[in-house]
């Protein structure tokens, strides 16, 4: 999973507006997250693991995933599923 896949999911009944003032920040900082130009932090993955629905152990893979400049070993982790 791509973090690009979560952000999609979060705005997938609801405005990139509307999410990003669910999770208290600008609409140009989500966007950011969106375009790959920002990693969220910790606490905005918890909201978006608890917006989303998704389990949020996934959305920290493919959150960190995003970190890694090794595409190999960022690969592997966007692989891993929670069961």
Same mark, same amino acid.
């Given at each position: 999973?791509?973090?690009? &896949?979560?952000? +999609?999911?979060?705005?997938?009944?609801?405005?990139? $507006? /509307?999410?990003?003032?669910?999770?208290?920040?600008?609409?140009?900082?989500?966007?950011?997250?969106? +375009?790959?130009?920002?990693?969220?932090? #910790?606490?905005?993955? !918890?909201?978006?693991?608890?917006? *989303?629905?998704?389990?949020?152990? !996934?959305?920290?893979?493919?959150? $960190?995933? #995003?970190?890694? !400049? +090794? *595409? &190999?070993? /960022? +690969?592997?982790?966007?692989?891993?599923?929670?069961?």
């Amino acid at each position: 999973m791509y973090l690009s &896949d979560v952000l +999609n999911a979060a705005t997938a009944h609801l405005s990139g $507006y /509307a999410v990003a003032k669910k999770l208290g920040i600008s609409s140009q900082a989500f966007y950011q997250f969106k +375009n790959g130009k920002r990693i969220p932090s #910790e606490k905005i993955l !918890d909201q978006l693991a608890i917006i *989303t629905g998704l389990n949020p152990v !996934d959305v920290y893979l493919a959150a $960190y995933a #995003e970190k890694l !400049d +090794n *595409t &190999d070993i /960022a +690969n592997k982790l966007r692989s891993l599923k929670t069961h």
